[in-house]
């Protein structure tokens, strides 16, 4: 059987580590949850940018090169004044290749690398849409001149209305690429790819480029996605070979390619390992303080009922030892049970010292009682051959009458002494009688008192419950500031947006928006705080029911102890009557003596008086000495059994230390 001590150690960390396990898990599930979402939202507005700024920057760079077209230099078309010009041009950014100048029939009329003048560009289309008046972007192309892939930004050049030619830029797209594209330690792999669904980046497998994507062993799922085309950008999660990704697309419009960024989830879980690890330190630590508390506390409990307990079992079941008491505790209702314990042993410390006299004295009767059987049969021998003398010598008969009436009277005599003695006994047992009965009283309000202890346990747990209730009204508050919190997070996010399309005068909105959402985070930070708090609470009012309602049960489990010891003294209450009951019957056979000497003594007298009739009257006599031996058989045998009545009493009180 295992120990109380065991028993609310378990309990207390069953209802405090697996709440806080459960807990934990719950946490960590949920913030990695938060988190990926998070993430996700964080690597949409990542490729959402990316698109966003290579838009801008060919836009800008169409602009550019519109204004470039519409200088006199370029409109007089003097090569000389032309080239110095589209040279800035191209220099203006890294990814600039060349610059050239088309004329209405397809020529070169000037480009900044010299070798390529004169190249016929009539069959290229973005060189026919710009002559039709439509500045464009080209798709990707090879540059004779430098074998690199190339996009081409073109516009037409006009003059008093008339398109007299074509002014375009070519663009590096592998240089272009990286300047947008790049991440640093980036996770997954990005594709670029265009309208025709032709790969045009791949950041990790260089050989995807310039592959459609039908010809590389994408799984269907991964291809339905790149395949995919929309305005807006978008998260795809997709399950591919039993591996979960994110794909997260943005459009580039001027070009009409589209971003694809491929990320495994475990790749994004793992960013937020380290986070978990020292999440779970103070968890860990929190755990360990639980157990140190809960061992401290169920020994601080379980001690002094442990001593309780092993007191009234010495004195129920083991030495008996009535000397010894229960110290003070620092608990009110347990000191009050031991200084209760503590009056119950001392009343039975008094009642079996009580007890031990009258069974000393019992004892001491029973000897004196015995010493008179014997002279009593020793008288009888005594009568009898005093009888027989009478009737072999009727000379001698007044002698021998006279003795016999002698020895009647000491009969007579010890008789009385034995009835005395016996009524002192009887006395003493209804004196240890009524001790018995006041000991099965302590014994009873020993139980009432326990009983109240349990009552008080019963309300202290009830008032905790209360206390859990009320902790989660608290909680509904605190969800609801919670709620607040993140909508206000949510209003500053989406201002913050509003604030950086307004470019400039939207800085000072900016900080405004930027300020409102830390102070949303930190009041969700708190009010998740509070319901931390809140569940501990509720975790540690738990555990205190529990607590209650197993001492509640070890309270229980001393009443019946205590009730076992009632049946102890009942037994004594039962063998104290039966003593007292002996001790009357010894008194009722002396009573029937003393009348059996009453009756000898007077034949005596008869003999006395008539000498004639001597010889009868010792035949009486004699008869009268047959019953007076039959009657000191019977108090013979009540002497003994009255001896073992004591011997039993004795043996049972002397298992007690007194």
Do not use: C
Not at 231 to 245: G, H, N, Q, R, T
Not at 523 to 552: F, G, N, P, R, Y
């Amino acid at each position: 059987m295992k120990s109380i001590q065991f028993r609310i150690l378990a309990a207390f960390l069953l209802v405090s580590l697996v709440p806080l396990s459960a807990l934990t898990i719950y946490m960590f599930n949920s913030m990695e949850e938060q988190l990926i979402l998070k993430e996700k939202e964080s690597m949409t507005e990542v490729v959402s940018e990316t698109g966003k700024r290579m838009d801008q920057w060919l836009e800008k760079q169409m602009e550019m090169l519109n204004l470039l077209a519409k200088t006199k230099e370029i409109k007089s078309e003097n090569i000389d004044e032309m080239l110095p010009i589209m040279a800035e041009f191209k220099s203006g950014s890294s990814v600039f290749e060349t610059a050239f100048y088309v004329k209405p029939d397809g020529y070169v009329f000037a480009h900044t690398t010299q070798s390529s003048i004169g190249s016929n560009y009539a069959d290229r289309t973005y060189i026919q849409k710009a002559l039709k008046g439509e500045a464009n972007f080209s798709d990707v192309l090879v540059s004779k001149a430098t074998g690199n892939p190339i996009v081409v930004i073109a516009t037409p050049v006009t003059k008093d209305g008339e398109i007299v030619g074509v002014l375009a830029s070519s663009i590096n797209f592998n240089e272009f690429v990286v300047e947008f594209t790049a991440q640093g330690d980036q996770i997954g792999e990005m594709y670029l790819i265009d309208n025709l669904n032709v790969v045009r980046m791949s950041s990790n497998n260089k050989e995807f480029i310039g592959k459609n994507i039908d010809e590389i062993s994408f799984n269907p799922e991964i291809k339905n996605v790149l395949a995919n085309k929309a305005d807006m950008p978008k998260v795809f999660d997709v399950i591919s070979k039993a591996v979960e990704e994110f794909i997260f697309y943005a459009p580039v419009s001027k070009m009409d390619f589209g971003i694809y960024w491929s990320v495994h989830k475990a790749d994004v879980v793992s960013i937020f390992k380290p986070i978990k690890i020292k999440m779970l330190m103070p968890m860990l630590a929190t755990s360990l303080f639980v157990v140190i508390i809960a061992f401290i506390l169920a020994k601080g409990i379980t001690r002094p009922l442990k001593i309780m307990v092993d007191r009234i079992k010495d004195v129920a079941h083991g030495d008996g030892d009535l000397t010894k008491r229960l110290e003070a505790n620092s608990l009110t209702e347990i000191n009050q049970l031991s200084q209760n314990i503590n009056a119950f042993i001392e009343n039975i410390h008094g009642i079996v010292a009580r007890t031990l006299e009258t069974v000393a004295k019992m004892d001491q009767t029973m000897r004196e009682v015995n010493q008179v059987v014997e002279q009593s049969e020793k008288h009888t021998y005594e009568i009898h051959k005093v009888i027989d003398d009478v009737n072999r010598d009727f000379s001698i008969q007044a002698d021998n009458t006279q003795n016999a009436s002698n020895a009647v009277e000491e009969i007579a005599i010890g008789i009385n002494r034995i009835a005395e003695n016996a009524g002192r006994v009887s006395e003493y047992s209804v004196q240890a009688n009524i001790e018995s009965k006041n000991g099965n009283d302590t014994i009873v309000k020993a139980m009432e008192q326990m009983q109240l202890v349990s009552d008080y346990v019963a309300e202290s747990s009830e008032k905790i419950k209360s206390l859990g209730e009320k902790s989660n009204d608290i909680s509904n508050i605190v969800a609801v500031i919670t709620d607040i919190a993140e909508q206000t997070n949510l209003l500053a996010l989406n201002a913050a947006i509003e604030a950086a399309r307004a470019g400039e005068h939207g800085k000072g909105f900016a900080v405004v928006a930027e300020e409102v959402r830390k102070l949303a985070d930190q009041s969700k930070q708190s009010a998740d705080d509070i319901i931390a708090l809140i569940a501990s609470i509720q975790v540690d009012a738990e555990a205190s029911v529990t607590s209650m309602e197993i001492v509640s049960k070890e309270t229980n489990n001393g009443l019946s102890l205590v009730e076992d010891a009632g049946s102890v003294f009942s037994t004594i209450l039962e063998r104290m009557q039966n003593v007292a009951n002996d001790i009357q019957e010894v008194s009722a056979a002396a009573e029937e003596i003393t009348a059996g000497t009453e009756e000898a003594s007077a034949s005596i007298q008869g003999v006395s008086l008539t000498a004639e009739h001597t010889k009868e009257k010792s035949n009486n006599m004699k008869l009268s000495i047959e019953e007076e031996s039959k009657i000191m058989l019977q108090l013979s045998s009540a002497v003994d059994s009255l001896e073992e009545v004591g011997t039993e009493l004795k043996a049972a009180i002397n298992r007690f230390k007194v």
